[in-house]
Nanobody, 127 residues
Framework: QLQLVESGGGLVQPGGSLRLSCTAS????????IGWFRQAPGKEREGISR????????YYSPSVRGRFTISRDNAENTVFLQMNSLKPEDTAVYYC????????????????????WGQGTQVTVSS
């Protein structure tokens, strides 16, 4: 059974960078589509990036496009989210979710409704 653990969050100054990791156990993450989500206090959960196979293009929400990069390392069974030029409005709990590639159709729906989720990692951007 697939389990996901996010890590890499922390406190960073505006303009700084962090790299989040979503590491899988119990199954091979290469068989899954992965999405990164975040939820700030008092706000709804927001999908920010997702990727299918390594050959698929990645999707980024307008709020992070050009600053964040999603990537896979199948050897480490991990998906990364490189976050650059961080802003205070990026402060949130960040989650990854996975759904089997056969269920994925390049949208948020399958990830939200059927995905396996990690426990989240806190990212705080503040001076």
């Amino acid at each position: 059974q697939l389990q996901l653990v996010e890590s890499g969050g922390g406190l960073v100054q505006p303009g700084g960078s962090l790299r989040l990791s979503c590491t899988a156990s119990g199954n091979t993450l290469g068989y899954y589509a992965i999405g990164w989500f975040r939820q700030a206090p008092g706000k709804e959960r927001e999908g920010i990036s997702r990727i299918g196979t390594s050959d698929d293009g990645a999707y980024y929400s307008p709020s992070v496009r050009g600053r964040f990069t999603i990537s896979r390392d199948n050897a480490e069974n991990t998906v990364f989210l490189q976050m650059n030029s961080l802003k205070p409005e990026d402060t949130a709990v960040y989650y990854c979710a996975a759904v089997p590639l056969g269920m994925y159709s390049d949208s948020w729906t399958q990830l939200i409704e059927s995905g396996v989720w990690g426990q989240g990692t806190q990212v705080t951007v503040s001076s």
